[in-house]
């Protein structure tokens, strides 16, 4: 027997993604798994963010992540260049969730991305 609501799509149920402003940044958070099949929901509300930051910095909150797989780290990469080239400030927040920091490490990203360990940190002062 399938327990999961029949209103929600299978990648709505295994990824939640909400945005909110705080006074100086986009904070995106991130709930779930991010993989090829959840992967779209995250790049759209990051570029979305990004498009809507006019200057200020957009902070994605990884920590409530349960699994990252390939296509979530490159998607991390591609909203840092992306970020990179508009210069918005891009930052990451991954405090010592293992299904995150982990594959960050492994694939050297870590070096590339801004990474911070709580939302509190990753903010503008």
Known sequence: ???KPRDEPADEQLLRVTVHREPS???VVVQGEVDM???DRLQNAVDEALDDAAGQTVVVDLTEVTYLGSH?????EQ???SAARRREP???VVDDTRAVI???QLSGLEDVLALYYSVDDALPR
């Open 1 to 3: 027997m399938d327990d």
């Open 25 to 27: 940044a986009i904070v």
């Open 37 to 39: 099949l959840t992967v």
């Open 72 to 76: 979530g780290l490159a998607a991390l």
């Open 79 to 81: 909203a840092s260049s």
């Open 90 to 92: 891009l930052r990451l």
């Open 102 to 104: 982990r594959p960050i």
